[in-house]
Nanobody
């Protein structure tokens, strides 16, 4: 049974940083597509960053490049999303997702397994 559990969300001031974690059980992240997505109130869920079979093949949403970095720790079966210089527009529920047959793509409908999400609030 595949399970994903996110953590690390919370309240942060504008300009601050957070690191989100997603731990997997029931399978290993190593060779599968895994991504971070986010959904703000009243908005559609969108792709933030995704990793594929090779960690060198990474997608980051254009508007987030330079501030958000995704990484994978195979030993801990965990993926991370480092978020720096956070803005109020980054406030959302952040979800981790994975798919065992996807080669490439950072679109939510392509991903089969999802975590429960973690709330990120950016406010002074």
């Amino acid at each position: 049974q595949v399970q994903l559990v996110e953590s690390g969300g919370g309240l942060v001031q504008p300009g601050g940083s957070l690191r989100l974690s997603c731990v997997a059980s029931g399978f290993t992240f190593d060779y599968y597509a895994v991504g971070w997505f986010r959904q703000a109130p009243g908005k559609e869920r969108g792709g933030v960053s995704c990793l594929f079979e090779s960690d060198d093949d990474t997608y980051v949403a254009d508007s987030l490049k330079g501030r958000f970095t995704m990484s994978r720790d195979a030993d801990k079966n965990t993926v991370y999303l480092q978020m720096n210089n956070l803005k109020p527009a980054d406030a959302a529920v952040y979800y981790c997702a994975t798919d065992r047959s996807l080669a490439y793509g950072c679109i939510d409908r392509l991903y089969e397994y999802w975590g429960q999400g973690t709330q990120v609030t950016v406010s002074s």
